[in-house]
């Protein structure tokens, strides 16, 4: 993870577009780190990332038990209006992809709304599964390219977007991605977020599995909370536990101590 603040990581990226630079922001939440855990492969994908930043308040509270604290949350739900805010100053298109059909539509109109000088190049809501296939991939990888973005929103889920944008990212090199979930839903209002104060409270996740229980019942009840409760309890125990130093040599001729 990347000590970074949301502000942080928004300098970061603009002094990157400036310069010509392009780069990928991984966020992950308790349900991505349990799977980049349980796969080397999907930890290569996140751990390759130009910027890591937690999207979940235990991760932010097992890194303080750790001793290396993070300065705050930082959401894609949150970056996609604070990124669009120096996109629309400095005039770098930006595209939405993902979400159901007419969510991007959607998305875009809100935050076009609330910054009219923004520029979308560019909406994508492509059909499930379009990317198990060479030529669906194929295809909105010429859209996107095709558009030219500079900031280029991805909510297909983890770890989907994040394959889709390690392949765009060799085309659009002076872009910058944001694999960012349900942000693009967020914005469109197609999926209510949660009051502030639950999202400062670690309970943004109870909020969700109230609002779509059906699709999010067995994710956060019987694979995410018992894995967030291992993390925290092991981060505890590693902060306590000091390091073993290594033994010291025994003098030559003399016999170790019993």
Do not use: K
């Not at 002094?15 to 991505?32: E, H, K, S, Y």
């Not at 090199?173 to 999202?199: K, L, Q, S, Y």
């Amino acid at each position: 993870m990347d000590a970074l603040s949301e502000s942080q990581v928004v300098a970061r990226v603009v002094a990157g577009l400036a310069a010509g630079r392009g780069g990928r922001i991984v966020t992950p939440n308790v349900d991505i780190c349990r799977s980049a855990a349980a796969d080397p492969a999907l930890r290569d994908l996140v751990n390759s990332a130009d910027l890591v930043v937690a999207d979940g308040m235990p991760l932010v509270w097992a890194a303080r038990l750790l001793g290396t604290p993070l300065p705050e949350r930082v959401t894609g739900a949150d970056l996609i209006w604070s990124l669009s805010g120096p996109a629309a100053e400095h005039g770098w298109p930006v595209y939405l992809l993902g979400g159901p059909p007419g969510v991007a539509v959607s998305a875009a109109r809100a935050l076009v709304r609330r910054l009219p000088r923004l520029r979308v190049c560019g909406v994508e809501s492509p059909p499930y599964a379009f990317d198990r296939t060479a030529a669906g991939r194929a295809r909105v990888l010429r859209r996107v390219v095709a558009a030219r973005p500079r900031i280029v929103f991805v909510g297909l889920g983890f770890p989907r977007q994040d394959r889709l944008v390690s392949l765009l990212r060799e085309r659009l090199p002076d872009a910058w991605f944001v694999g960012c979930g349900a942000a693009i839903a967020f914005a469109a209002g197609a999926v209510p977020r949660a009051p502030g104060w639950m999202r400062t409270a670690g309970l943004e996740w109870t909020f969700r599995l109230l609002t779509e229980p059906g699709r999010l019942a067995r994710r956060y009840l019987v694979d995410d909370l018992p894995f967030a409760a291992r993390l925290l309890a092991g981060s505890l125990l590693a902060r306590r536990t000091p390091a073993s130093a290594p033994a010291a040599p025994s003098p030559a001729g003399s016999s170790p101590a019993a």
